[in-house]
Nanobody, 124 residues
């Protein structure tokens, strides 16, 4: 089992920055990712990092968001810069224990453990 607890959400004006954190416990994960969800839309994978530090991002956040992790603190981060109103969503941390071939996954079905979410609001 993996337990995930997010924090760091809040309200920010467009162009601003936020850093989300996700404290993990339990088994070590091969992949950890950030997803976001807006009511009425599919949950979207925005950033992933694997145990080797390889990262990938959705096109919608590439160049603005940075995913990182601190293994000593068992914490995953998402630095979000130049935020836009369309970035407003509930953000979730997710973990996958097992390796899979190909690039680090950003599909919802690839992840087995989820946090409770943290809300991000961006005003224009």
């Amino acid at each position: 089992q993996v337990q995930l607890v997010e924090s760091g959400g809040g309200s920010v004006q467009a162009g601003g920055s936020l850093r989300l954190s996700c404290v993990t416990s339990g088994y070590s994960s091969t992949y950890m990712a950030w997803f976001r969800h807006v009511s009425g839309k599919e949950r979207e994978g925005v950033a992933v990092i694997d145990s080797g530090g390889r990262t990938d991002y959705s096109d919608s956040v590439k160049g603005r968001f940075i995913i990182s992790k601190d293994n000593a603190k068992n914490t995953l981060y998402l630095q979000m810069n130049n935020l836009r109103p369309e970035d407003a969503a509930m953000y979730y941390c997710a973990a996958r224990l097992y390796w899979r071939p190909g690039p680090p996954p950003l599909g919802r079905a690839d992840y087995h453990f989820w946090g409770q979410g943290t809300q991000v609001t961006v005003s224009s």
